[in-house]
DNA sequence: CAATTAATTGACGTTAACGTAAACGTTAAC
DNA sequence: GTTAACGTTTACGTTAACGTCAATTAATTG
C-alpha cells in the first residue's frame, strides 16, 4: 500500500486509534509535517514517532503545546549554549512534573487497594450471609 | 478564624493554590457540598479532602467527572451485590490505566535521562572548545 | 459610621482539542 | 462510466474548565 515505507493518513488513525481529522488537526497545530504526494499526506516514520509521543504525552494528561515543548527536546537543533542550559532546566522541570505524577497514581493506586479490599469483605458478608439465609 | 475546624472559601484557595471560583465551580459541578453560614460557605475537613482528591486527579490529567468516578469509590455508598461487582470492576479498569501512565511516565523519565546526557556531552565539548580558543 | 475588604450570584467570555458537515477531487473496481 | 472508498479543504459547532466582570450583600476596622 504505502510503497516506500510511508504511511498514509487513514493507516495512522487505524493503529493509534484516532480519527484523520484528529491528525490533521495536530498538522495544523505544527505537531508534525507529512510530506505530500499531490493532494495526499505522506508519513515517515519519524512522523509515526511523533505521533506516538503525542499521544503518550496526552494519556498523561499533557496539553498539545507541552507534547511539543517534550518532543522538541529530542531533536538536536539546540546547539548553542544558552539553549543548552535552558533546555537542561526544562528537562529538570518536566522531570519533578513528571515525578510528582507518578507519586498521585501511587497514592491512587494505594486508595484503589483499599476500595477493592472493602469490596471483597463486603462481598464475602454478603456471601455467607447469603449461605446462611439458604441454610 | 474557622471556628470549630471548619474552613473557609479562601483558606482553602490559599492552601491548595487554585481561585475561590474554582472551589464555587465544583461545588457547581456538584463535587463538594459545603454548609452554610448564612451566605458563607462553610467547609469540613472531608470536602478539604475532596479538593485534594480532586487536585491530584487533575495532576494526572484525570476529567472532573473522572476524578468524581475515583472519588465515589471511596464512599460507602455501594450496599448491593451488583453494584460491588460493577465497582470492583472500574476499580480494575482504573487500575490499568494508571499502570499504563506509570509506563508513560517511565518511557518519558527514559527519554529525559537521554536528552540531559546529550545536553551534557554537548556542553562539555563547548566548555573544551571554548577552552581550547582561549588558550 | 464611612470605607475597605471578603464573599456571593449571574452572566458572558475564552481556550484547547477536536467533531461534524458540506462540497469537491482521485483512483480502483465492476 | 459510474459507484464506492478514500482523501482534501473550509468552516462552523461543541465540551470542559475555568476567567472575568458587574452588581449586591455582609463583615470588619480605623
Known amino acids: 500500500m504505502s510503497d516506500k515505507g510511508f504511511h498514509t493518513i487513514s493507516e495512522l488513525a487505524k493503529e493509534f486509534d484516532v480519527t484523520t481529522r484528529t491528525i490533521r488537526f495536530y498538522e495544523e497545530k505544527g505537531l508534525i509535517q507529512p510530506r505530500r504526494d499531490g493532494q495526499k499526506r505522506l508519513y515517515t516514520?519519524?512522523?509515526r514517532v511523533r505521533i506516538k509521543l503525542i499521544l503518550?504525552?496526552?494519556r498523561i494528561g499533557l496539553t498539545l503545546a507541552e507534547c511539543v515543548e517534550v518532543i522538541d527536546m529530542y531533536d538536536p537543533d539546540h546547539n548553542n549554549l544558552e539553549q543548552l542550559h535552558s533546555l537542561i532546566d526544562k528537562v529538570a522541570q518536566r522531570r519533578a512534573l513528571?515525578?510528582?505524577?507518578?507519586?498521585?497514581?501511587d497514592d491512587m493506586?494505594?486508595?484503589?487497594?483499599?476500595?477493592?479490599?472493602?469490596c471483597?469483605?463486603?462481598?464475602?458478608?454478603?456471601?455467607s450471609a447469603s449461605r446462611n439465609s439458604v441454610n
Chains 1, 2 share one sequence.
Open 109 to 118: 493506586l494505594a486508595g484503589l487497594d483499599e476500595v477493592q479490599t472493602l
Open 45 to 47: 516514520p519519524a512522523d
Open 98 to 105: 513528571l515525578i510528582q505524577q507518578k507519586k498521585d497514581i
Open 56 to 58: 503518550r504525552g496526552k
Open 120 to 127: 471483597e469483605q463486603a462481598l464475602a458478608r454478603s456471601g
